[in-house]
Every structure is written in C-alpha cells, then in structure tokens.
C-alpha cells in the first residue's frame, strides 16, 4: 500500500515539475532565463547545503566529545543529503523541496515529524518498547506478544497482579506446585 503512494510520489514530483517548468518558461520569463533559473538555484542550494553540512557536522562532534547521542544531528544529515539530491535534479518544485529541507527554519519541523511519526515508531518495534518506555515490566506476553492480556482474559497478565480464584502470586511469593518425578526407567515416583 504504502509503495503505492510512494511511486505515485515519485512520478507526481517530476511530472509537476515538468509542467512548471514548461509554464515558467512560455508565460513568465524566455526559456534561456529559466534555464539560467534553474542553474542559478542548484549552484545556490549546493552553496546552502555545504555550508549546512559542515554546521550539522559540527554540531555531532560536539555532542559526541561530550557523551551525548546526536540524534537530531543525525536526522539533520540526513534531510540536508535528501535536499542535496532535490536541488541537483533540475527543475523548480525539486528546489523548492530542497531550499525547505536545507534551511534550519523549515528543516527543524519536518526533523520532528520525521522523528514522532517514522524514526520512534519504527525503532519502539524493533526494540521490543525500549525506544518510547513501554516495556514489559511484569508478566509475560502470550502468544501474539501482548502482555496486556492474561491466559484467563483479564488485563495485566502474567505474575504482576493477584486476582480473587487466580493462582498467581507476586513477585517473591513462593507457589506449592504438584510435580511427578520420573527415574531412569521410565518409573513414577510417588506425587510430591
């Protein structure tokens, strides 16, 4: 579903850029000014890009000096890479794209989007909950990996809680547990 809309995107974006561009160059200025345009803002947005890069670069070497992880950096490298390929595909909707992913003020909002809905979430479910805090902290999980439900189809599962009938304990109580030993024979000893 999602490659769906992602090759939509992908053939959307050079098409209206193609359009634009076509628009651009019959209705607002000659084809060679808009050709000058185009060139003009690549060579501009490299200029924006390179100058950003070395800041963000910077910036994680400093964060690393003093132990700290530099996630945001991080992201920011990231978004200034993809701007650096929107500016160099020529065409004015790919710079506009660009121009929006290399400048702080507009790249530190798509960062924090990128960050809640994409970069968290994806790691929170390859970590099993550790990304956001969400971890297991009593019980075990049942068979679909959610430990919010017990065998018995209450809430809490596992040995965190008591309830009225359950044979469950907390944590450090000691269950008497009828077991049957079997010898090297195959014999049965007497119920323990």
């Known amino acids: 579903m999602r490659a769906r809309y992602l ?13 634009f561009l ?16 185009v060139v003009l803002t690549g060579l501009l947005g490299m200029l ?5 890069g ?3 670069l910077r910036s994680v070497q400093r964060k690393l000096a003093t132990g700290e992880v530099p996630t945001g950096e991080l992201l920011d490298g990231a978004l200034l ?19 929006l992913l290399a400048i702080p003020p507009t790249r ?7 960050r809640r809905y994409v970069v968290v979430p994806y790691l929170d479910s390859k970590a099993d909950g550790f990304v956001t805090g969400t971890v297991w902290t009593a019980g075990f999980p049942n068979a679909d990996g959610d430990a919010r439900t017990g065998t018995d189809g ?11 009938g359950d044979d469950r304990t907390r944590d ?18 007497a119920e323990r």
């Open 154 to 164: 209450g809430t809490g599962g596992g040995f965190g809680r008591t309830d009225a």
């Open 172 to 189: 450090g109580d000691v269950v008497d547990v009828d077991f049957e030993e079997v010898d090297g024979n195959g014999d049965r000893d």
């Open 54 to 56: 070395r800041h963000t």
């Open 48 to 52: 924006l890009v390179r100058a950003e």
């Open 81 to 99: 890479i993809a701007a650096g390929a929107f500016l160099l595909t020529p065409g004015l909707v790919t710079d506009v794209i660009g121009f």
């Open 22 to 37: 076509l628009w651009v160059a019959t209705n607002v200025l000659s084809p060679v000014q808009t050709v000058a345009l």
């Open 7 to 19: 090759l939509v995107a992908l053939l959307a974006i050079p098409l209206a850029d193609a359009a």
């Open 108 to 114: 530190y909002p798509i960062r924090e989007v990128l």
